[in-house]
């Protein structure tokens, strides 16, 4: 197989360095889940929350590294979808497939984002649980970074600068703060739960994989960039660790600071009404200004970044047209269109099922990206045991989460096999009749 020729990526003039791509990677990253997965973490195995997420940081790495390979092999801003057709390219039902699962994985995350957000900013109020003022904040946040999103790119990439690398401070401040001020320490954690189960260590770290999905919007930039075979590993590797590292520590000051009764019993917004109860009001206002940063990046990473993946679906036939359709190079058709779906599934869905939907949705398209990895290993000049070692890995990641399910929810597989067969079915019609 012959190299691929650079037929979209285009010189113009860059704009983002590489403080702002690991930026968008970490806004994409560091968003809701931390804040959202954290009470369930604790709630399944407790004390060993913390481990889960490096677990959790590994298979990010596993998973990230076929996207690096295929990023620098092809250059193409399209990531996922792009690399699967280009490794495909007899196949026009798996190009279709993969960018209706993978896009949907994005909408998902955004929901979740703009939910969270919604919960921590209301978090101070009397009606902090009521879901109709939770619906309509998250509609108000995704209204406001969809007109962000379409004002420039680079009015984008310096807000995105500024929130990312405040919530990093913040994040850390808070970290810290709780291990100060605990009230315990790891060894009487670990005598009074000696009950160590690998088995559902590796399902929460499973089930939290979603936590890690974002570093491949860099790869979506590939146009707003200079030198993308060097700043494209710096920037996936670079936000993968400090990712995991924030986690780890962030966990280890809830479980050491906060009663385990109290982050299960607000899941929602666990961080601040944990530090509240310690530290005052000033500890839980610290707490949700990290939180609203926190998702507010996230939500602007994800729409910048999945946007310009819908829309180079679109321009291929696999996605309604319009949505290739962009302004001063910004697709706004395609930002709009993600920012009312995001919200339909707020609307409609339950949080714990959008929360399964996009770690299974992101668990399954990394298999195939490592999967189109192995296809031309040598051509991406890969290592062949890394890459089969990421599917094994990957793969029995997905088995755990649908396990967890059937044990504990039946219908949640139910509901989410019933969105991929909807999707799949989206997905052969274009894929047909494109």
């Not at 490096?54 to 690096?68: C, D, E, K, Q, T």
């Not at 790891?186 to 979603?210: C, G, R």
Request: hydrophobic fraction near 55%; charge should be positive; proline fraction near 2%.
């Amino acid at each position: 197989m012959k190299k691929q020729k650079n037929t979209i990526h285009r010189k113009r003039n860059k704009s983002l360095g590489i403080v702002e791509l690991i930026a968008i990677a970490l806004g994409g990253m560091i968003g809701g889940g931390i804040f959202t997965v954290l009470g369930i973490s604790i709630s399944i195995i407790g004390v060993f929350t913390p481990l889960a997420f490096l677990i959790g940081g590994v298979l990010a790495s596993l998973a990230g590294y076929s996207y690096v390979k295929l990023a620098i092999y092809y250059k193409d801003e399209g990531a996922t979808y792009s690399f699967f057709k280009k490794t495909f390219p007899n196949s026009p039902f798996a190009a279709s497939l993969i960018g209706w699962w993978v896009s949907f994985g994005y909408i998902s995350t955004l929901a979740l984002y703009a939910y969270t957000f919604a919960s921590y900013a209301l978090s101070v109020f009397e009606f902090a649980d009521n879901n109709i003022m939770r619906k309509l904040t998250a509609a108000a946040i995704i209204l406001v970074f969809t007109l962000v999103n379409i004002w420039s790119v680079k009015g984008m990439g310096k807000i995105e600068d500024i929130m990312v690398y405040t919530k990093l401070i913040i994040l850390t401040i808070i970290s810290f703060v709780l291990i100060n001020n605990s009230n315990t320490t790891l060894p009487i954690l670990l005598e009074n739960n000696d009950d160590f189960n690998i088995l559902s260590i590796l399902i929460v770290a499973s089930l939290t994989f979603v936590a890690f999905e974002g570093f491949q919007l860099v790869i979506h930039a590939m146009n707003e960039m200079s030198d993308p075979i060097i700043k494209i590993p710096k920037a996936i590797y670079s936000a993968i660790i400090i990712t995991s590292l924030i986690y780890f520590i962030i966990a280890v000051g809830a479980i050491l600071a906060i009663p385990f009764k109290n982050i299960i019993l607000h899941q929602e917004y666990a961080l601040a009404s944990g530090a509240s109860d310690i530290l005052g009001h000033w500890g839980s206002d610290l707490v949700i200004i990290g939180a609203l940063l926190a998702t507010s990046s996230a939500i602007s990473g994800t729409l910048f970044g999945a946007s310009r993946l819908i829309s180079v679906i679109a321009k291929d036939g696999y996605f309604p047209s319009y949505l290739s359709k962009k302004r001063n190079e910004i697709p706004v058709y395609s930002i709009i269109t993600m920012s009312i779906l995001a919200f339909c599934l707020i609307l409609i869905g339950d949080l714990k099922v959008i929360l399964e939907f996009g770690s299974v949705t992101f668990l399954l398209v990394s298999i195939l990206m490592a999967y189109s990895n192995f296809k031309i290993y040598k051509q991406t000049n890969s290592s062949l045991s890394i890459i089969i070692i990421s599917i094994i890995f990957l793969s029995l990641a997905t088995i755990l989460i649908l396990y967890y399910q059937a044990i504990t929810q039946v219908e949640q597989v139910y509901f989410i096999a019933g969105l991929y067969i909807f999707l799949t079915i989206l997905a052969w019609l274009f894929s047909k009749f494109k």
